[in-house]
């Protein structure tokens, strides 16, 4: 199970990244970070379990969803392109941050011509 210091890292962590917006347009709960428009993370907080869902290339959200009982099919969002992380501490710090970076690279290419 992650620390709230832990989850507080991970918060930052996305609302440090270069240009990314943070807005609130479903809950107060829920999180929607966007570079350039494109959405790359959605952070729901209101929960009893925190998630994560992140922008995916399509191998690599069916990879993680075999591999960790943590990461699902994200719900409402195209699960081919999307993935879900039920943040409990099977993935560290680290690995969650490589696949935040992974996200909004992907978003970020997304607005190159």
Sequence with gaps: MLKTSEIAAIK???DQMDSAIVDFP???TLAVYSVNDIPFAYFESGRQ???LSLRSDPQLSKLL???YEEVASAR???PRVWYTVVISGQLSIEEIRALIDHSYQLALDMTQP
């Design 76 to 78: 409402k969002l195209d």
């Design 26 to 28: 479903h809950t107060k």
């Design 65 to 67: 969803r075999s591999k």
């Design 49 to 51: 379990l925190l998630e």
């Design 12 to 14: 930052l962590y996305l």
